[in-house]
């Protein structure tokens, strides 16, 4: 069973490899066939397998960037197999004419398959998107 601070750890460097980068540490921490669900609104996305997962953070990391994830509150079950977690971090937006720092929240479910994320879904509060868009801040800027 993992402690707190194992299971802490390991969702720390887990989230940490999908923004490094080149992705370097992505294999050794993500199964082959691992699923990342992601629930930002206004919509429901899915990755399945380590290719699809590696080539969707690819093309996001020149928009978003993760700065300063903290896990706020941590439940461990099924023996250390799964993981419910809170969190906060703010985001980097790079869009050129729309850069800004996005505070952001949500929970994190993930499920080890052999010591590495099998399942990663991460539910996010719509606040700050609302905001944005209400802003106009989606889009590209005008030319």
């Known amino acids: 069973m993992a ?4 299971a802490k750890q390991f969702l720390l460097k887990a989230w940490d490899a999908v923004w490094v980068p080149g992705l370097a540490t992505l294999s050794e921490l993500y ?6 669900l992601g629930f930002s609104p206004p919509k429901q996305q899915t990755w399945s397998g380590i290719d699809n997962i590696r080539v969707h953070f690819k093309e996001i990391q020149p928009i978003v960037g993760s700065t300063a ?9 099924n023996d250390g197999s799964a993981f419910y977690a809170t969190w906060e971090d703010v985001f980097e937006v790079k869009i050129p004419g729309r850069e800004r720092l996005m505070d952001q929240r949500g929970i994190i479910h ?19 998107f609302v905001e944005m868009a209400i802003n106009r801040q989606f889009g ?3 030319a």
């Open 31 to 36: 199964a082959e066939d691992a699923v990342v």
């Open 110 to 128: 993930c499920v080890r398959k052999d010591g590495k994320v099998g399942i990663w879904t991460m539910y996010e509060d719509p606040t700050p």
């Open 3 to 6: 402690s707190q601070e194992e």
């Open 69 to 77: 994830l903290k896990i706020t509150n941590l439940d461990i079950v």
């Open 140 to 142: 590209l800027p005008p």
